[in-house]
């Protein structure tokens, strides 16, 4: 057998993913010796008409970064997806919407207003908010259009396998390639992490099973020995799938929820929210007060962001309904 063909594509995302693949280090010369990398824009010199150009199913893999927000990350989406044999989410922006998806409590009328028109850096007298065709003297200029609701890369095209994380480890980018390399890929629709919960592989030890106040990162100084959660840091460990090695915990943050919930969530928010309220007050106390329910709700200061980071776009809320 010849040379695979891999194609590397980024598209709604901060680019960390495309970093995750070069932290492969030495092992991305294995990756160059087996295949060839035919697309790769932040890389090489390969136009979107080349791969126009290239025979349907030609490229064995294209691992995908980046959430749906444009028309031109839908467009790439699609053109991939016909030309790959298969198509990997990668990072979690592809898999999940990713940090890009929290702007699904907004939409581009409202984010254009604020970023064009009212931050207090913007100087823009003419109110000037980007368009997606402008006529120049030397021709039509375009841009893509900016869609109001971000995408997970499964909820436009179908998808043959999830690699998670923000970004994911180099340990699962490597395992994943020696897989794809030695043929032996689990079933479709699979994603390329292990199935137990963080918490499974957090060296802190569990102890207690209340939590009586919620604290911020910068409110807390952690033992280095106790579960961050049971000192009082919203730590998704819970139902968050690991594979990171549990990164952020042994540098004493808590985790964040980047690898995706463990198979058998649907929504992980939603799931852990119905956690974290089972064990929030007093050990022994049976019921609060509704004034100590808001005391301690009142706590967590960025409910959304703090429980729907990276997955809003693939949770039963989806968005924010907006009035039109
Ligand atoms: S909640 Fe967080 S800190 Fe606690 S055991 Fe789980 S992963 Fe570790
Ligand atoms: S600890 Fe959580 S947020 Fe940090 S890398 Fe692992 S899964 Fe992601």
Redo the contacts with the bound molecule.
């Keep these: 057998m010849g040379k695979f063909k891999f194609a590397f594509y980024w598209a709604a995302s901060c680019g960390g993913c495309e970093i995750a693949v070069l932290d492969t280090d030495e092992k991305i010369l294995d990756v160059v010796e087996k295949a060839d990398i035919v697309f790769w824009p932040v890389a090489i010199d390969v136009k979107k008409k080349n791969v126009e150009a290239f025979q349907d199913k030609s490229i064995d893999v294209c691992f995908f970064n980046g959430a749906i927000r444009t028309s031109e990350n839908e467009e790439m989406a699609h053109l991939l997806r016909k030309k790959s044999k298969v198509l990997v989410s990668f990072g979690a922006c592809a898999c999940f919407g990713g940090i890009p998806g929290l702007a699904n409590v907004s939409n581009r009328e409202e984010i254009f207003t604020l970023v064009y028109k009212e931050l207090p850096s913007v100087v823009n007298p003419g109110g000037v908010t980007p368009q997606t065709s402008y006529k120049a003297p030397e021709g039509e200029l375009t841009l893509p259009v900016i869609y109001d609701t971000v995408k997970a890369l499964h909820q436009v095209v179908d998808v043959d396998y999830f690699l998670p ?2 970004p994911p480890t180099p340990e699962l980018i490597t395992k994943a390639v020696t897989a794809i390399f030695e043929g032996n890929l689990p079933p479709k629709g699979s994603t390329l992490a292990p199935e137990k919960a ?1 918490c499974e592989e957090c060296p802190l030890e569990i102890v207690e099973k209340k939590i009586p106040e919620v604290k911020r990162p910068y409110e807390v100084s952690p033992d280095g020995k106790r579960c961050l959660l049971e000192q009082g840091l919203i730590c ?2 819970i139902n ?1 799938r690991s594979g ?1 090695g ?4 042994k540098a004493n943050m808590p ?5 995706g919930p463990t198979p058998e969530v649907s929504d992980q928010g939603a799931k852990l929210i119905s956690a974290i309220a089972s064990i929030l007050g007093v050990e022994g106390e049976e019921t609060k007060s509704d004034e100590e329910t808001a005391r301690l709700i009142s706590q967590i200061r960025d409910p959304l962001g703090t429980f729907y980071r990276y997955t809003l776009p693939v949770s039963l809320l989806k968005r924010k309904v907006m009035q039109k």
């Excluded at 549990?246 to 915990?249: V, W």
């Excluded at 985790?255 to 690898?259: A, K, L, V, Y």
Aim: with cysteine; aromatic share 0%; hydrophobic share 30%.
């Design positions: 994380g923000c963080l998704m460990g968050t990171c549990a990164q952020c915990i985790c964040r929820g980047c690898m």
